[in-house]
């Protein structure tokens, strides 16, 4: 029995794939993040002790403090995850994915911002931390050059 053999079209149709899918890793970054915010705030609702529940609400001294954290750390999980994974799902040209995925997102941040200003803190968690990945992808690109052409 003979082992399976790449051809051409393989890596071509498995390229294609990848690109495909750029967009949609972007999607799964925002809803991964806003994931994180819930479960925080769950969490926060599940451990609150009986005697500070007032009608199913938790009203602990910690708990408004907990839950502002919560939508920064979702915030700042949704920047980083929406640069990463389009980056990494794209078979090439990653430093440009990342930064028109940076681009867009905090172009879609601002927008929701305008609708929602409240959400200030996690707007701004979001375009800190995809910032951040944005300069991490770009340094390890460099990096990579680098060291092939030596």
Do not use: K, Q, R
């Given at each position: 029995m003979s082992a399976p053999t790449s051809s051409p079209f393989n890596v071509r149709a498995f390229s294609v794939v990848r690109w495909v899918l750029v967009v949609p890793s972007?999607?799964?970054g925002w809803y991964?993040?806003?994931i994180v915010a819930l479960l925080i705030y769950k969490a926060n609702e599940a451990l609150c002790p009986a005697r500070y529940l007032v009608s199913g609400v938790c009203t602990?001294?910690?708990?408004?403090?907990?839950?502002?954290?919560?939508v920064i750390i979702g915030g700042a999980?949704?920047?980083?995850?929406?640069v990463l994974l389009p980056s990494l799902m794209a078979p090439y040209h990653r430093k440009k994915i990342?930064?028109?995925a940076y681009s867009l997102g905090f172009a879609?941040?601002?927008?929701?911002l305008?609708?929602?200003?409240?959400?200030?803190r996690a707007v701004l968690a979001a375009a800190l931390a995809g910032g951040w990945m944005l300069w991490r992808i770009s340094l390890s690109q460099i990096l990579s050059s680098e060291s092939k052409s030596a």
């Open positions: 972007a999607l799964v991964a993040g806003l602990a001294p910690w708990s408004s403090v907990i839950e502002e954290l919560a999980v949704v920047g980083a995850l929406v990342a930064l028109i879609c941040s601002i927008y929701v305008m609708l929602v200003p409240s959400i200030w």
